[in-house]
């Protein structure tokens, strides 16, 4: 069964930086699309970003756009978020999932992201 494992959350100022990956483990993801989302206190998830792993096609929420980049590293099956110029409105809980084509499934444990002076 494939699984997804987040990490690298934490507190950071606005303007800071923080990376965050999503290692995969149980199954190859050539034929998957590895997604972020994220959800505040009080609000509801919603997407942030996501790569094709086979090809390496991206897509972006437009309130991340040219702020956060999402990439792949093939060897060590693990996708990753370089989150630049972070605001406070970015504090969530950041999720990765994984896409075969319908729904969004096998969901991380998540990892917390607090943007804050």
């Known amino acids: 069964q494939l699984q997804l494992v987040e990490s690298g959350g934490g507190l950071v100022q606005p303007g800071g930086s923080l990376r965050l990956s999503c290692a995969a483990s149980?199954?190859?993801?050539?034929?998957?699309?590895i997604g972020w989302f994220r959800q505040a206190p009080g609000k509801e998830r919603e997407f942030v970003a996501a790569?094709?792993?086979?090809?390496?096609?991206?897509s972006y929420a437009d309130s991340v756009k040219g702020r956060f980049t999402i990439s792949r590293d093939n060897a060590k099956n693990t996708v990753y978020l370089q989150m630049n110029s972070l605001k406070p409105e970015d504090t969530a809980v950041y999720y990765c999932a994984a896409n075969l084509g319908g729904n969004w499934s096998n969901w991380g444990q998540g990892t917390q992201v607090t943007v804050s002076s």
């Open positions: 790569i094709r792993w086979s090809g390496g096609s991206t």
């Open positions: 149980g199954f190859t993801l050539d034929l998957y699309t």
